[in-house]
């Protein structure tokens, strides 16, 4: 797509970079794309800044007979404006969708049609109602993602910034989860519980860590950090940082083979069962 020369809004650029390059991509979409110029336009470009943007479309999303869009949207706008920080994080997860996935070529691209960004925003919402003691709001918005993205997240569950969920589906993350900054992860990837605890009885990922398509990780136990968990692993035991594991039950096979595996995205093995390096 050709980059217009100036769109409204450009004078944003210095201020927040990320909102000037969506609102030219999703321009230039609309002027190649005529048929979703109304829908463009509604979502991104009808709007002055980032937050209400990301606040319109979610809401536009989740909202159902029970809650609409309309009010759905105030809860967003009132977390984003008490909070700016959960729209900052927003900004760094749509540049860690765009950095590591391959299938990712414009900004725009996840706020509109990447629903493990989009799961991951409306968690954050839920995060915030659940902190400030709004728990059946956060337990709707619970409910919503995992009808509408096929994302079951507790909102009780703490998650960093620079954050990618690929393709998402089947995503599981307990209540008493932690996942640490800068962390990718596939889709079918569970952080649950072993079913015999009550209390903190879920999975602490580490910084940078890369969880494969399908892995498992079970009860409260650790993920150092730039750990990799090969797909379809069962992680019962602690990982130390900067190793991979692997199967059923996973065990250490061997180093990462890079410095940052959740930016890597290397999910390959060598013929020795070690890491591809």
């Known amino acids: 797509m050709s980059r217009p020369v100036e769109t409204p809004g450009a004078h944003l650029a210095q201020l927040d970079p990320v909102w000037d390059r969506i609102r030219r991509e999703a321009e230039d979409s609309a002027h190649a794309e005529p048929i ?17 943007a990301l606040a319109y479309h979610l809401a536009e999303e989740l909202g ?3 809650a609409g869009a ?14 700016p920080d959960i729209a900052e994080m927003a900004r760094v997860d749509i540049m860690a969708v765009y950095d590591r996935d391959p299938a990712c070529d414009y900004y725009v691209q996840p706020l509109m049609y990447f629903k493990g960004f989009q799961a991951l925003q409306c968690y954050r919402v839920a995060h915030w109602c659940w902190t400030r003691g709004r728990v059946a709001m956060a337990y709707h918005l619970q409910s919503r993602i995992s009808e509408a993205y096929g994302v079951d997240i507790h909102p009780n569950a703490k998650i960093g910034r620079g954050v990618m969920m690929d393709h998402a589906t ?32 879920h999975p602490k990922i580490g910084r940078g860590v890369l969880l494969g398509a399908g ?39 061997g180093t990462t083979g890079c410095e940052e595996p959740a930016r890597a995205m290397d999910q390959m093995l060598d013929d020795d069962g070690g890491p591809n390096i």
């Open 36 to 52: 979703l110029a109304s829908y463009l336009h509604a979502a991104v470009l009808n709007h002055r800044t980032f937050e209400s």
């Open 64 to 66: 159902n007979k029970q």
């Open 70 to 83: 309309m009010l759905l949207q105030q809860v967003f706008d009132e977390a984003y404006e008490h909070s």
């Open 170 to 201: 089947s995503i599981v993350i307990g209540e008493t989860a932690v996942v640490g900054d800068d962390v990718s992860m596939l889709h079918s990837v569970t952080l649950g519980g072993t079913g015999k605890e009550d209390g903190d009885r």
């Open 215 to 253: 892995a498992k990780v079970l009860g409260n136990i650790t993920v150092g950090e730039c750990a990799r968990v090969a797909a379809g692993s069962v992680v019962t035991k602690d990982v130390p940082a900067n190793r991979t594991v692997a199967g059923v039950p996973a065990k250490i096979i």
